[in-house]
């Protein structure tokens, strides 16, 4: 028994299922500075969906990415402005088919999951599918990243429901309706993040299933820096909580002075009863601005909610203005 084998997998197994054999498929691999690996990942994903096109996003490189992903029989696309969010916005803009795979191109993900993921994804009609990372070793997953995904998984969960255990996999599978309904505002590694929440937002179909992750060939460093990116991550989360969840953001912000506003002036209120005078200036007018601000903050959400609701429809709309993974096989088999 190998370790893939203790992986809980859906019933499609790899070589069994074939539905993806009917769409046209594309890998997409951003990549920056993956020499050493990204030969290894081409070809990996070539055996795995042999009839899919496989395209390299050269972000910026100053090594052979490029060379050897065409060496490789990979076709490669070049965005100059750094980040991964800015090579999947290109990615998402250029390509055109019916489902997507996306991977990173450092050989960490396990490319003999693919047709399992694209079967899972025709099968069930969903529109996203993610890898599950589930570490072979402890140099694979650092324990800061581990932390770091669990907290933010955590965070997404309790705001925009808990449907993913790993929001931060950079291995997933997409519909032709989510990748053209999504429009990227992400540029770096944050854009894991902002995919899962744009997933969660449309109450989307969506799934995730265990992978093995694999620790990086020596020699290969990671362009994850813990601190930077996890900053970047809280962010926009924080971001994304206040556009899409403005109740929440601000309801928050309102109980939050409010709680100030009452115990600044619990005192002053009490020596009132107590005297029938304010010797406390200064603290009764800090209570009243409190409470004056937390209203206006209860204001604000009030009608920035009314504001997101309508923009959630349109999103919805243009969303179920293309078709869906069902609808695109059924066009094709007819």
Request: proline share 4%.
């Amino acid at each position: 028994m190998n370790q893939s084998d203790l992986i809980e997998k859906p019933d499609v197994v790899a070589g069994q299922g074939d539905l993806w054999r009917s769409v046209s498929l594309a890998v997409m691999i951003p990549c920056l500075n993956e020499e050493l690996t990204i030969g290894k990942v081409v070809r990996d994903f070539r055996a795995a969906l042999p009839e899919a096109r496989i395209v390299v996003c050269d972000n910026a490189s100053i090594d052979k990415t490029a060379e050897v992903a065409t060496e490789a029989g990979a076709d490669v696309i070049y965005e100059d402005m750094p980040g991964k969010g800015n090579a999947i916005r290109r990615l998402f803009s250029d390509i055109e088919a019916d489902i997507y795979l996306m991977v990173d191109g450092d050989a960490t993900y396990e490319a003999s999951l693919a047709p399992v993921l694209v079967d899972h994804l025709l099968k069930h009609r969903l529109d996203m599918v993610c890898a599950k990372r589930v570490a072979t070793g402890q140099a694979a997953y650092r324990k800061g990243h581990v932390f770091g995904n669990r907290m933010f998984s955590g965070i997404v969960a309790r705001v925009f429901g808990r449907r993913f255990e790993d929001i931060l996999t950079g291995y997933r599978v997409f519909s032709r309706r989510f990748v053209k309904s999504f429009p990227i505002l992400s540029e770096g590694f944050e854009i894991e993040t902002e995919l899962t929440i744009h997933a969660l937002e449309l109450n989307m179909p969506v799934a995730e299933i265990a992978s093995i992750y694999l620790e990086r060939p020596e020699g290969s460093d990671s362009k994850l820096n813990t601190v930077s990116d996890g900053l970047k991550i809280t962010k926009l989360i924080v971001k994304l909580v206040k556009d899409e969840r403005p109740m929440t953001f601000f309801g928050g912000l309102f109980l939050l002075l409010a709680a100030l506003s009452i115990i600044l002036a619990t005192p002053v209120v009490l020596t009132f009863i107590e005297t029938g005078l304010v010797p406390r200036f200064p603290t009764a007018i800090l209570a009243s601005a409190c409470m004056l601000l937390s209203f206006l903050f209860l204001a604000c959400g009030f009608i920035l909610d009314s504001v997101t609701r309508g923009r959630r429809e349109r999103k919805r709309l243009s969303y179920l203005s293309i078709a869906g993974p069902s609808s695109v096989k059924a066009q094709r088999d007819s």
